[in-house]
């Protein structure tokens, strides 16, 4: 078979395809039936060897998005205010025309990238983007990841030495869960990859275990709580505090002897925070508070794992070091049943046993221009996207796979903003709210014209597993791979020529910088040569060397032949994936800290205490606006399907009753919710399990608006809750915008 051949077996006229859905975090296998290049059905795929034919309502629609006539087909070009169809010649010569020159004009510092979340789903992207940004000569990069989970990876980059080290929770083998924030009954996990978050939380449940929810709503993961504590929001940092404090100070914990140290210092820079000093700001009750350290103390296995809700606060960074405090006290981290690290099968810097490194991580080096928020592990916060265009620090953008028109603060001024841009390019797959600005947009193909390979989500498996899925149909007429068009992007910006051969150069290149990591990793078995690793892997262009080669360098890897282990082609030959095994202890191999030990008591982060423990305090009176994730939603991109977006309005505003009863609003009316930079108006839907003094809206709605071309998605438009989103509110450490807990006003409209 080729590596570019689609895993299918014939059945009559119908096909049936395997492949991994590209859609969130939990990779779920899928068996995909299809006939003369429509799908015909897409089920779970029961052999699947990690989701074992669990699947949700979104991973049923990847045919409706091959078939839907708004996606992108062929490039457009905006003339005259409108986009219009282009050849790909016409489209790499309006960039280098339009982009180039804009670039040069700032020698390169006036241009940015922006790199939305789908992008680390798709192979082509995370493997080809890189080229992008070189070639861009600019270090203004922004992502996804600093819209919400940049905190977490601040606190592992201190911590373990690296962003990627991100512990996950074992939960096939822990017996106590303390989840915080988090909603994967809805979501289905977000740095924790594991297919089937609800069936494992039942398997929790029935082998007699506990799960513990921390949440301002009464979500479906809190319906399935053993215990289940409503706190104010953005006050989890403090909660984790008073349970550390309470654990060492009734004598519960149980650290490793080699961190012990670390613990006690961090552990006397929290003496401050105890179950009575925090209930007011937390709006626990203390005995409360002590009942889950209690619990935890008590677990066999027990196991802390904080998510959203927790790192979208001005205390996000603080917030995701003190859940692994709690889990070091408890002797939970790196053990099994507690949180564990992943061994990524391809590409990680973390798996190539590299040791300490010398030097300690450091924040606050850099700073953005206009009002030097903090620029940390090379990201600029999305929050100071629209001032740095507004101040002329920012003249050109590049956006790739994202819509910061929707998922960013304080939308409508960076809406306001790209129109100020000397020239945009976005390479998308709709002409959506964000694209609608860009002078030049480039169609991807669907997700059933790629090849998929999860490198990200390696990083955070709840297992070690390992799946290829290669193209099922082929590209759409005259239409582009997408690493093809990321390649020629990258060689245009760089000067060159947006054809085949300066894509298959860029490729070369990518593939170069790999043979080379391969020769140089502690790994590599003696006498392996520059020439074995390339016949090994042959010359061909696109993903799938790049893949076969991180495969085989890798720490499950067959070293190009020379002994027994991954390859590309090994995968292929299992079209439901191989299973690695469960977690093992993975520290202090998996480490790159100075000391060779996670640095607990890291300067930056115990000198955020102070600022903490300004919040005990206590909040203030006002109604406090979350966020909530729907089944049928991922953020913003996938309302243009009838299927995900029909039937009762789910862009609503959850509110208590009382909070309703006060403002004179009933269940149904229109409330006008206002913050201190927007204001939108929105059904109201009461509920009465929503802890009073919250209302919450779902992100990624807002749409219907001109110059967009999303059919379904305008008639079910919804309202941007970013419009309300302040820029102002950040987690200092990260840069990370307060996206929840934040005050509104609301009145009847
Ligand atoms: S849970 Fe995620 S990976 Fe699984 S089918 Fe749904 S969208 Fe796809």
């Not at 789903?121 to 992008?132: N, T």
């Not at 297919?195 to 029935?206: K, M, Q, T, V």
């Not at 050109?396 to 960013?408: D, K, M, Q």
């Not at 029909?646 to 149904?668: I, V």
Request: proline letters at 7%.
């Amino acid at each position: 078979m080729s590596l570019s051949e689609p895993a299918a077996s014939a059945s009559s006229d119908v096909e049936t395809s395997f492949r991994t859905c590209p859609l969130c975090e939990a990779t779920c296998g899928l068996s995909i039936e299809h006939r003369d290049g429509v799908v015909t059905r897409i089920r779970g795929d029961r052999d699947d060897v990690f989701s074992k034919g669990f699947l949700c309502p979104k991973g049923t629609v990847l045919g409706k998005f091959h078939e839907d006539p708004d996606r992108l087909r062929t490039p457009l070009i905006k003339r005259d205010g409108v986009h219009q169809p282009a050849s790909w010649e016409e489209a790499f010569t309006a960039i280098a025309d339009g982009l180039v020159p804009a670039l040069d004009a700032t020698e390169r510092d006036g241009g940015a990238i922006y790199l939305g979340n789908p992008v680390v789903h798709s192979l082509d992207l995370l493997l080809y983007s890189p080229a992008i940004t070189m070639a861009m000569g600019s270090k203004k990069v922004f992502s996804a990841s600093t819209v919400d989970q940049r905190p977490r990876e601040l606190a592992s980059g201190l911590i373990y030495g690296s962003s990627f080290t991100i512990p996950v929770p074992d939960i096939d083998r822990t017996s106590t869960l303390l989840l915080i924030g988090a909603n994967p009954m809805v979501s289905n996990g977000s740095l924790a990859t594991a297919p089937d978050w609800p069936g494992r939380i039942n398997a929790l449940l029935d082998r007699g275990g506990s799960l513990i929810v921390v949440d301002p709503a009464h979500t479906k993961t809190a319906e399935k709580a053993t215990t289940h504590l409503a706190p104010i929001p953005g006050s989890d940092a403090l909660l984790l505090a008073a349970i550390a404090t309470e654990l060492t100070a009734t004598g519960q914990h149980r650290p490793v002897d080699e961190d012990r140290d670390a613990l006690e210092t961090v552990v006397a820079g929290l003496e401050a925070f105890t179950p009575d000093s925090v209930a007011a700001a937390t709006g626990l009750d203390a005995a409360a508070i002590r009942d889950v350290a209690t619990q935890l103390a008590a677990a066999e296995r027990p196991c802390v794992y904080a998510r959203l809700g927790t790192t979208i606060t001005p205390f996000g960074t603080t917030a995701s070091w003190l859940v692994d405090i709690v889990n070091a006290l408890l002797g939970a981290l790196d053990a099994p049943g507690g949180a564990m690290f992943a061994k990524n099968p391809a590409g990680s810097k973390n798996t190539r046993g590299l040791g300490p490194f010398g030097k300690e991580q450091t924040l606050g080096r850099r700073k953005t221009q206009a009002s030097g928020m903090p620029i940390e592990l090379g990201e600029h916060p999305v929050a100071a996207m629209a001032e740095e265009i507004e101040s002329g620090n920012i003249t050109a953008l590049v956006t790739v796979a994202g819509n910061p028109v929707l998922s960013c603060p304080d939308s409508h001024r960076l809406d306001a903003a790209l129109e100020g841009l000397a020239f945009m390019v976005s390479l998308d797959c709709y002409l959506n709210e964000t694209t609608r600005h860009a002078n030049v947009i480039l169609p991807s193909p669907s997700h059933l014209q790629k090849a998929h390979f999860d490198v990200a989500f390696g990083n955070l498996a709840i297992r070690n597993v390992a799946n290829y899925s290669a193209p099922i149909f082929p590209l759409d007429d005259n239409g582009l791979a997408e690493w093809d068009v990321a390649a020629r992007l990258a060689s245009v910006l760089g000067g060159g020529a947006g054809t085949a051969q300066a894509a298959a150069a860029v490729d070369d290149a990518i593939a170069d910088r790999l043979v080379r990591a391969a020769l140089d990793s502690p790994q590599c078995p003696e006498g392996l040569s520059e020439d074995q690793i390339r016949v090994a892997v042959g010359n061909g262009h696109g993903p799938e060397r790049l893949l076969d080669l991180m495969l085989r360098s890798g720490p499950f890897g067959d070293w190009f032949g020379t002994s027994d282990g991954l390859s590309l082609e090994a995968l292929i030959e299992q079209p439901h994936g191989i299973d690695l095994g469960a977690l093992k202890p993975r520290i202090p191999e998996v480490l790159m800290t100075p000391s060779g030990r996670p640095e607990f008591a890291h300067p930056s982060l115990m000198g955020d205490l102070g600022r903490l423990a300004s919040l005990l305090d206590g909040p203030t009176d006002g109604l406090r606006l979350i966020n909530r994730r729907t089944l049928r939603s991922n953020n913003s991109w996938m309302h243009n399907l009838e299927i995900l977006v029909k039937g009762k309005p789910r862009c609503t505003m959850l509110m208590h009753p009382s909070d309703a009863k006060t403002r004179g609003l009933k269940n149904g009316d229109f409330a006008t919710v206002s913050s201190s930079v927007g204001s939108v108006e929105i059904a109201v839907e009461l509920d009465d399990s929503l802890r009073a003094g919250v209302v919450s809206i779902p992100h990624g709605w807002g749409h219907g608006v001109e110059g967009t071309a999303l059919t379904v998605a305008g008639r079910n438009a919804g309202v941007n809750v970013n419009v309300l989103t302040p820029t102002a509110a950040i987690d200092p450490l990260s840069g990370t915008s307060q996206l929840t807990g934040f005050e509104v006003e609301v009145a009847p409209s």
